[in-house]
């Protein structure tokens, strides 16, 4: 069985956890900041899919915990299984769904992560790397929850004179958009956690060699 002081490989708090979880964010990231759609519908299924991925690294990763870690982790990872096929299951929810299912997730995700995160910040090299991730995923469920789904603000870009662009940046293009930021800033913070946590498990296992 895993301990605190000999995690598992592939447990919460060693490195392969962290990253197989940053590369799905890092996806999302990229798709949405390359992508002209902005939509409410593909928001729902990018962050499905990502939801789903995430999830199956959450289950796998809180099923090779110790006992202290494992049920938030586990607990973590169906709430984020439920908010992905949720997305999946409606992509024609409008924006009101797309708000509902990633702030709820965010919130609930979130704070069960930086739980985690505050119990163990005395024992665990992972501690505060789960809270700052918590933090951040509880920061974008407030974010989702402050835009107003109403929000509308027309630009034009001006040249000599002349308008040559015109548009309008709406609620749906603005909380898809700070998806896309949350999910880049998330992935790479899982990615230097990752690398945090490499270091001391090679060092480690260098000394147990010698």
Known sequence: MPTEASPALGAPDTWVAPLARAVPALVLGLVITFSQDHSAPFGLVGFGVFAVVTAA?????????????????????????????????????????????????????????????????RG????????????????????????????????????KGEVVFAGTVTAEILLVGILGAWAIIAGVQLAIAAGSLRVPRTASAKAVGA
Do not use: H
Not at 71 to 88: K, M, N, P, R, Y
Not at 126 to 148: E, K
């Open 57 to 121: 690294v959450l289950l796998a990763s809180g099923l090779r915990a110790d006992r202290g870690a494992r049920g938030l982790v586990l607990l973590q990872g169906v709430v984020t299984a439920v908010a992905g096929i949720a997305a999946l299951v409606a992509p024609a929810g409008g924006l009101g769904y797309l708000v509902l299912v990633v702030s709820a997730w965010a919130i609930v995700a979130g704070a069960l992560e930086a739980v985690n995160g505050i119990r163990f910040r």
């Open 124 to 159: 665990r090299i992972a501690a505060r790397d789960w809270l700052v991730t918590g933090v951040l995923t509880v920061l974008l469920g407030l974010a989702f929850l402050l835009v107003p789904q109403t929000f509308s603000d027309p630009y034009a870009i001006e040249d």
